[in-house]
């Protein structure tokens, strides 16, 4: 069986902390195709590498931000760890053959990671997920639609009316493809977005039968916290 599916690094795939420049190196040291990493903004409009939200980054910069006693309010890991930037992360893959997964997770980071991805010139090797707003105002940026994180009971019911109610929304809506919870992908959905010329990336997938599973519906790339696992298993298909 040929394995096509792309393996994404989940940010915190290895042993240090999410969102960290260790992290980002273990992502690009597994091998994985495409790192994940989560964009907020301070309040200078410095993109900065952070998941949750917070207070302090609308009132403070990344200059102040970045200061030891500042930094652990943001989160206690930067105890022992420097608050990292997304020029850090775009520096430091630039002469590498790896793809980017921003996601974006407030309003006021979207323009200045724009801002970056063209500075960098990283068109092409940077997909962002995480913000609705996105390709609607940016159509030279690639963007994935994030779909629903779980089914109701309907669309688990009429599910071929969910999958052609997504392509159809992210068709619409200019987007690239589907970033989808690994609990509502079924084979209709990759199926039809793969017919209308959209991708399908899944996430967050750990466990191997949810991978093989993932694989054999041909998604194009899987999310996850084990890349190891997941390139060992489409090491182990492709010699089938």
């Known amino acids: 069986m040929m394995c096509r599916t792309l393996i994404a690094a989940h940010t915190g795939c290895g042993v240090h ?26 309040s200078d409009g410095t993109a900065i590498l952070l998941h949750d939200d917070s207070p302090y980054l609308r009132e403070y910069s990344y200059e102040q931000l970045k200061e030891p ?20 992360v775009l520096r430091a ?89 690994y609990s509502t992908c079924r084979q209709q959905t990759v199926d039809l977005a793969h017919a209308s010329g959209l991708l399908v990336w899944v996430y967050t997938v750990n466990e191997q039968e949810a991978m093989e599973a993932l694989i054999r519906m041909d998604v194009d790339a899987i999310t996850t916290r084990k890349p190891e696992r997941l390139l060992n298993l489409c090491k182990d298909l492709l010699e089938l």
């Open 17 to 42: 902390p999410d969102n960290t420049m260790a992290s980002f190196y273990e992502a690009m040291a597994f091998g994985a195709h495409i790192a994940e990493v989560d964009v907020h903004a301070a």
């Open 93 to 181: 893959s630039d002469n590498e053959r790896l793809l980017l997964n921003l996601d974006i997770k407030s309003e006021e980071a979207i323009e200045p990671t724009v801002k970056l991805v063209h500075e960098w010139q990283a068109q092409s090797r940077v997909f962002i997920t995480g913000h609705d707003l996105l390709a609607e105002h940016f159509p030279y940026i690639r963007v994935m639609l994030n779909t629903p994180t779980q089914l109701t009971e309907a669309q688990s019911e009429h599910y071929e009316e969910f999958a052609e109610r997504v392509c159809q929304q992210a068709l619409q809506g200019g987007y690239v493809g589907l970033n989808m919870h």
């Open 69 to 88: 006693e500042m930094r652990v309010l943001l989160d206690p890991i930067y105890a022992d760890f420097e608050l990292a930037t997304l020029e850090q």
